[in-house]
């Protein structure tokens, strides 16, 4: 539907016309997307880290990230926080967002910008943890996605590219607190606070 809806503007504000095999073809993609995505598979599971928060390997930084929405604002709030393997916070990030995005994109732009972060700080081997499975799922069986999702976690992979190491891991929430704290806040606040 939403297809439709963009060629239907399309060619009302820019008489741009796509014909109904493109349109066709493109759904197509998208059911076939879901469909892999939904299916039963014989990949591993993701890791499941352990309650409360572990600290890394010595070497490794963890960066553990969140995504918090309010529907009374209509914004996210990322969080992000990146410790050492003696738990000591190198740095923490709360970040609002306001855009029109599933809760999975959301969470897949805080991994996104965690890793980002952790590339700039400078570190080579790291450990992302998220809470939420359905990213953590998707990265680790290194499937490969056309949708709006697909495109964020092609970003995460670019980046985590450029480190000698790195890997993800699902954790519960309360081995993610922190990181959800920090989404919470940012969503009292206009500008990102580090």
Same mark, same amino acid.
């Given at each position: 539907?939403? +297809? ?15 014909? %109904? ?6 759904? +197509? ?6 469909? +892999? ?19 890394? $390997?010595?070497?490794?930084?963890? $960066? ?16 992000? $926080?990146?410790? %050492? ?11 609002? $967002? ?12 805080? &991994? ?41 976690? %092609?970003?995460?992979? %670019? ?9 993800? &891991? ?16 940012? &969503? ?7």
């Amino acid at each position: 539907m939403w +297809r439709l809806w963009f060629r239907r503007n399309k060619w009302k504000h820019e008489k741009q016309w796509f014909d %109904d095999d493109a349109c066709i073809g493109w759904a +197509r993609q998208h059911l076939s997307d879901f469909q +892999r995505f939904h299916s039963k598979t014989n990949h591993p599971p993701a890791k499941i880290a352990p309650k409360p928060w572990e600290a890394p $390997v010595l070497g490794t930084v963890k $960066v553990n990230t969140d995504a918090a929405w309010c529907s009374r604002k209509k914004k996210f709030g990322l969080g992000i $926080v990146i410790r %050492d393997s003696l738990g000591s916070v190198l740095r923490s990030v709360a970040t609002p $967002v306001s855009a029109p995005v599933t809760v999975a994109v959301a969470e897949g732009w805080a &991994l996104e910008q965690g890793a980002t972060l952790a590339r700039q700080m400078g570190f080579s081997a790291v450990t992302l943890e998220s809470d939420c499975l359905e990213v953590i799922k998707t990265l680790v069986q290194q499937t490969s996605f056309k949708s709006e999702l697909g495109h964020v976690l %092609d970003g995460i992979t %670019d980046v985590c590219n450029s480190f000698d190491e790195h890997n993800f &891991l699902y954790t519960p929430r309360s081995g993610n607190q922190v990181a959800h704290n920090l989404a919470k806040f940012a &969503l009292s606040i206009d500008y990102e606070q580090t």
